[in-house]
């Protein structure tokens, strides 16, 4: 059975810093395509960072390019968002998603196979 689990979330100032981690079991993250999306109150799941199971290329949101920077490591089928200069807009649930091996449309929900259940960031003084 696949399971994502988000860890990490919490409560920050604007201008702080975070690391998200998105911890897979019953799949080799290795063959898969992970991403990273976020969804506010009242508004869509929005797509944040993905990194291609082959090669490890990433793309990012404009909004987050610069500040955020996704990671993998297949030894401990993890991957991490290290999250900087966060703003009180970014406040939402963060979830991490997979799908097998390729997509040619990665910056959208419908693609992904697995979902974790998600981690609260807040951000606000």
């Known amino acids: 059975q696949v399971r994502l689990v988000e860890s990490g979330g919490g409560l920050v100032q604007p201008g702080g810093s975070l690391t998200l981690s998105c911890a897979a079991s019953?799949?080799?993250?290795?063959?898969?395509?992970v991403a990273w999306f976020r969804q506010a109150p009242g508004k869509e799941r929005e797509f944040v960072v993905v990194i291609r199971w082959s090669g490890g290329s990433t793309d990012y949101a404009d909004s987050v390019k610069g500040r955020f920077t996704i990671s993998r490591d297949n030894a401990k089928n993890t991957v991490y968002l290290q999250m900087t200069s966060l703003k009180a807009e970014e406040t939402a649930v963060y979830y991490c998603?997979?799908?097998?091996?390729?997509?040619?449309?990665?910056?959208?929900?419908?693609?992904?196979?697995?979902w974790g259940q998600g981690t609260w960031v807040t951000v606000s003084s």
């Open positions: 019953g799949l080799s993250l290795n063959s898969y395509t």
């Open positions: 998603a997979e799908v097998p091996y390729s997509t040619v449309s990665p910056t959208m929900p419908a693609t992904y196979k697995f």
